[in-house]
């Protein structure tokens, strides 16, 4: 098995970015959901209520975050500014102290992606200073934290469990789906289709970086969403699948690829084409 493919998402639900190598931190790639989009009173904002999100293309250079729009000039931020405003941000029921951004990215927010129930939109960076507990009761006595994730700093997932489910999707007439739907950082190949539902551990060959598989990850409304277009395709699809092919028969709902954290190897550097073993 090896490591076929490396992403980030510097800002949560805006496009991702693909990379060959990258470095590994404690909450994740570096630069994965470091920034988010909130509202007005600091909730997040996701493709979930905001699909166009999709269409916001992001780029990071050596010293700024670049956010581009077919309808808009580029929006720059700079990667080392620590003197903005805090503010509290709110991810699910995690509270978490925030950067705000400023004004003219929250003009430029708003002005691309609209407003949401009349509420401004705002650019905030996760405050490097706090930390984000992973819940425990997933964990197996390791210490994990993340920062803008929906609760994980790693999303792994497969190649084969993505070709099983579209073979499922075509047997149906419909269009197979790329994994970007998925959005995992880390896609192994090499693997049997699920085989990661039963991995404890997933690590380097060579022994210096492992992760804990440690919770299957949900699926929601953003997998429906093609992340080209912002546009739902097959109202659904591919969840309804998903939940009758069972691939967490004793869990109700739709299940694709694991949840993890970093056991071994902050500040090491992962990269694509490496092998890996499973415990």
Not at 87 to 97: G, I
């Amino acid at each position: 098995m090896r490591i076929a493919e490396l992403n980030i998402y510097p800002v949560k639900s805006l496009s991702g970015i693909t990379l060959e190598r990258a470095t590994l931190g404690v909450r994740g790639l570096a630069y994965d959901r470091h920034w988010m989009v909130v509202d007005q009173v600091g909730r997040f904002i996701t493709q979930r209520q905001m699909p166009g999100m999709a269409r916001v293309t992001v780029r990071l250079e050596r010293d700024a975050l670049i956010l581009e729009h077919p309808e808009a000039q580029p929006l720059v931020i700079a990667l080392e500014r620590r003197d903005q405003p805090r503010l509290t941000a709110y991810v699910w029921d995690d509270t978490c102290q925030a950067l705000d951004e400023g004004e003219e990215a929250s003009r430029w927010l708003t002005t691309v992606l609209g407003d949401l129930r009349g509420s401004t939109l705002r650019l905030v960076r996760f405050d490097d200073e706090h930390r984000r507990l992973v819940d425990s009761r997933y964990l197996k006595g390791e210490k994990a934290h993340t920062a803008f994730a929906d609760g994980f700093p790693f999303l792994v997932a497969s190649i084969a469990s993505l070709e099983a489910l579209n073979r499922e999707l075509q047997q149906k007439g419909l269009v197979p789906l790329p994994m970007n739907r998925f959005r995992p950082n880390i896609v192994i190949e090499g693997s049997s289709a699920f085989a990661e539902d039963g991995w404890s551990e997933v690590g380097a060959r060579e022994g210096h970086y492992r992760f804990g598989l440690r919770k299957p990850c949900q699926r929601c409304k953003i997998t429906t969403i093609d992340q080209s277009s912002g546009a739902i395709d097959v109202p659904g699809e591919p969840l309804q699948t998903l939940i009758q092919m069972k691939t967490q028969p004793l869990r109700p709902g739709a299940y694709f690829g694991q949840n993890a954290t970093l056991l071994e190897g902050a500040a090491q550097t992962i990269g694509v084409g490496d092998e890996l073993l499973v415990g």
